[in-house]
T-cell receptor
Framework: DGGITQSPKYLFRKEGQNVTLSCEQN?????MYWYRQDPGQGLRLIYY???????QKGDIAEGYSVSREKKESFPLTVTSAQKNPTAFYLC???????????????FGPGTRLTVL | GQQVMQIPQYQHVQEGEDFTTYCNSS?????IQWYKQRPGGHPVFLIQ?????EVKKQKRLTFQFGEAKKNSSLHITATQTTDVGTYFC??????????FGPGTRLSVLP
């Protein structure tokens, strides 16, 4: 089955610790995205990558970091600098046409991060 | 970057009633997407609109793109309890990514 996997589904961390969220896709999509969703809110873009070894900041990149060493993988690190890290994190991927992302996004099941 | 609004924020309907949510942008859009997120789930793509004035239907769902390509609507006829969730529009952000609206949360009373 093709799709996007995120692990773990629930994650608990102590304040001040960095934590890395996993996102893997086997859809052969070039573009991958990380979003943050707070309760009752919309999706806010953290980082996105349209090609391996390249990524761009989204609207709320402060306190987060990413890497894109492989096409299939786009891990997100929530650093201790992120002031309010407790949220629902969603990873997505899409096809690009010559570097433009006009196509539907496929979302993973998400990771609910709680920082205690 | 792009700014997008959705109204209403919440809508409560009785099962069988119709429902409409609107998505508005201050700029002309190249395309717009609609997603549905069930409670506790992740967003699922519903449709993409590209042409001015375009109307697309999926069973009880009707999607429309405004003539000026600055707004869009999603209309559900005769809602069912399975329609419960949050409906998001997403607008193209200069071909780099998409900006999601805040969503309209629909609850359907049986």
């Amino acid at each position: 089955d093709g799709g996007i996997t995120q692990s773990p589904k629930y994650l608990f961390r102590k304040e001040g610790q960095n934590v890395t969220l996993s996102c893997e896709q086997n859809l052969n999509h070039d573009a991958m995205y990380w979003y943050r969703q707070d309760p009752g809110q919309g999706l806010r873009l953290i980082y996105y990558s349209q090609i391996v070894n390249d990524f761009q900041k989204g609207d709320i990149a402060e306190g987060y970091s990413v890497s894109r060493e492989k096409k299939e993988s786009f891990p997100l690190t929530v650093t201790s600098a992120q002031k309010n890290p407790t949220a629902f994190y969603l990873c997505a991927s899409s096809i690009t046409d010559g570097g433009t992302s006009y196509n539907e996004q496929f979302f993973g099941p998400g990771t609910r991060l709680t920082v205690l | 970057g792009q700014q997008v609004m959705q109204i209403p924020q919440y809508q409560h309907v009785q099962e069988g009633e119709d429902f409409t949510t609107y998505c508005n942008s201050s700029t002309t859009l190249s395309n717009i997407q609609w997603y549905k997120q069930r409670p506790g789930g992740h967003p699922v793509f519903l449709i993409q609109l590209v042409k001015s004035g375009e109307v697309k239907k999926q069973k009880r769902l009707t999607f429309q793109f405004g003539e000026a390509k600055k707004n869009s609507s999603l209309h559900i006829t005769a809602t069912q309890t399975t329609d419960v969730g949050t409906y998001f529009c997403a607008v193209d952000n200069y071909g780099q990514n998409f900006v999601f609206g805040p969503g309209t949360r629909l609850s359907v009373l049986p």
